[in-house]
Nanobody, 130 residues
Framework: QVQLQESGPGLVKPSQTLSLTCTVSGGSITTNYYYWSWIRQPPGKGLEWMGAISASGRTAYSPSLKSRIFISRDTSKNQFTLQLSSVTPEDTAVYYC??????????????????????WGQGTQVTVSS
C-alpha cells in the first residue's frame, strides 16, 4: 500500500518561498500511470488542487498558481516537492500530497475530493505570518 508523508516548515514569512516535500513509500513515484499532486485546504474552505507531477516527470499546475508554483521530484529518494513563491497570509492552509493512478480530470482539478485520489498524506499545517 502506497503511503505518503509531507514534511517542511510550519511557518513561513510573507514574500518568502514555501517548500514542502512528500516522501512516498510502498511504491515508486516512477510507476507508470501514477500522478502525484499537491492539494491544500485553507481554513474554512474546500480543497484546492495546486498541481501535479506524473510518473514520467511532466508537470501540470493550477492556472491560478502557475506564476508562483514549481513541483519537482527526486527519484533517488522517492520524493516530490512543492515550491510556492511570494507567499501571503492567504496561502495559509493545510497542505496535502496525494497520489492516483490515471490522469487528473479537469473536474478534479477544479474541485478535488478525497475519493478522487487513492493515497493521501496526513497533511501539514503551513502558516504564513511575520
Amino acid at each position: 500500500q502506497v503511503q505518503l508523508q509531507e514534511s517542511g516548515p510550519g511557518l513561513v514569512k510573507p514574500s518568502q518561498t514555501l517548500s514542502l516535500t512528500c516522501t512516498v513509500s510502498g511504491g515508486s513515484i516512477t510507476t507508470n500511470y501514477y500522478y502525484w499532486s499537491w492539494i491544500r485546504q485553507p481554513p474554512g474552505k474546500g480543497l484546492e488542487w495546486m498541481g501535479a507531477i506524473s510518473a514520467s516527470g511532466r508537470t501540470a499546475y493550477s492556472p491560478s498558481l502557475k506564476s508562483r508554483i514549481f513541483i519537482s521530484r527526486d527519484t533517488s529518494k522517492n520524493q516530490f516537492t512543492l515550491q510556492l513563491s511570494s507567499v501571503t497570509p492567504e496561502d495559509t492552509a493545510v497542505y496535502y500530497c496525494a497520489g492516483k493512478v490515471g490522469s487528473i480530470s479537469i473536474a478534479t482539478m477544479a474541485a478535488p475530493a478525497k475519493a478522487d485520489f487513492g493515497s493521501w498524506g496526513q497533511g501539514t499545517q503551513v502558516t504564513v505570518s511575520s
